[in-house]
């Protein structure tokens, strides 16, 4: 006669239902606040730990007990960060130098709301006198972005909305020789955020000082990039963008010498105008690219060129140099 099978324990998940309903209870009885749940949820990659230790352990009577203590270990951490942390209290079953850490550097973990931030920040022309030509590098993650030009004469200027410990402006610049390199960048500082029901932050960047000869590297994550450049003589200009958007939009007056695009997951849309003509080598992945809506490549079409109808008798010509993935780049006349 064979013998039943065991039915295999999960410690760990009850453990974890144990933990949560204690929580749900404290919640409704109004011991603590519902708040609470802000700063447990930020701790959701434990879960992942243990899934990985389980994984590798397998599940003998050592390892579940291994596991169940680490869980135990962890969970009682995660409660106590989370109330000292949320109600801005010491508990008094808890060393008091345990308690001072912990509201110290609870703001490493979680944070408290904070209202959007509004600045304005210059590159100002006489801070650098004698310079022949500008480099601007923009790099940013999970933001939005524009850049524009107009006829002060400002070397840059930047409009910024942001939130605190979130992700915010970081500006340098400096003279080389004839150069003035200005770099941007969005900076993270130690804080994890989720679920910020605010809009993501905005930076809009201003050119003056349109006659200067100008090299502009952009660099977007997972955010949206809306350049509109009609004055500016641009020497050189990239663009790369991951999982995000970004619309390029040239004038006759702004055509670079030549246009490096470079696309992951997401899209690039270049709007030209119809007196431009253009050449394009690209490398494609299993994207796409089209003009004005009809497909010009499509899916592992490596290594190839192309050229526009007006390329050879048109007075303005543009180099463009575009390597896709699995995005899309659009060229599209206006």
């Keep these: 006669m064979a013998?039943?099978?065991?039915?295999?324990?999960?410690?760990?998940?009850a453990i974890f239902l144990i933990f949560i309903g204690a929580l749900f209870l404290l919640n409704t009885t109004g011991v603590v606040g519902w708040g609470i749940w802000e700063y447990i949820l930020r701790f959701w990659p434990v879960f992942l730990i243990l899934g990985g230790i389980r994984l590798i352990l397998g599940y003998s009577v050592i390892t579940e007990i291994i596991i169940s203590v680490i869980a135990l270990i962890l969970f009682a951490l995660i409660g106590i960060f989370s109330y000292i942390s949320f109600s801005s209290n010491s508990l008094p079953f808890v060393p008091n130098c345990m308690n001072e850490y912990i509201l110290k550097n609870s703001n490493w973990l979680t944070y408290k709301s904070s209202d959007m931030v509004e600045d304005e920040t210059f590159v100002n022309t006489e801070d650098y006198d004698g310079v022949t030509k500008r480099n601007l590098n923009i790099k940013v993650g999970a933001s939005q972005f524009t850049l524009n030009d107009n006829e002060e004469d400002k070397l840059l200027k930047l409009n910024s909305k942001y939130v605190e410990n979130y992700i915010e402006p970081s500006l340098e610049s400096e003279k080389v020789e004839d150069t003035v390199n200005i770099s941007f960048n969005t900076v993270s500082p130690n804080t994890i955020r989720f679920w910020d029901s605010r809009k993501s932050p905005e930076f809009n960047f201003?050119?003056?000082?349109?006659?200067?000869?100008?090299?502009?590297n952009m660099i977007l994550g997972a955010g949206k990039g809306e350049v509109d450049l009609e004055l500016v003589k641009l020497d050189e200009v990239s663009a790369q963008v991951g999982a995000g958007q970004?619309?390029?939009?040239?004038?006759?007056?702004?055509?670079?010498s030549k246009l490096n695009l470079d696309v992951g997951a997401g899209e690039i849309i270049l709007l030209l105008p119809e007196e431009i003509g253009y050449k394009l080598s690209y490398d494609l992945g299993v994207g796409e690219i089209t003009q004005n809506d009809e497909k010009i490549a499509e899916f592992l079409g490596k290594n190839s060129d192309y050229e526009s109808e007006n390329y050879q008798e048109a007075e303005i010509k543009l180099?463009?140099?575009?390597?896709?993935?699995?995005?899309?780049?659009e060229i599209n006349n206006i």
């Excluded at 013998?3 to 998940?13: M, N």
């Excluded at 201003?206 to 502009?216: E, N, V």
């Excluded at 463009?320 to 995005?327: H, K, L, Q």
């Design 246 to 256: 970004m619309i390029i939009k040239l004038n006759k007056s702004s055509i670079p």
């Design 3 to 13: 013998e039943p099978i065991k039915e295999k324990k999960d410690i760990v998940f």
């Design 319 to 329: 180099e463009i140099v575009a390597r896709v993935g699995v995005g899309s780049l």
């Design 206 to 216: 201003t050119l003056g000082k349109i006659d200067l000869i100008t090299d502009i």
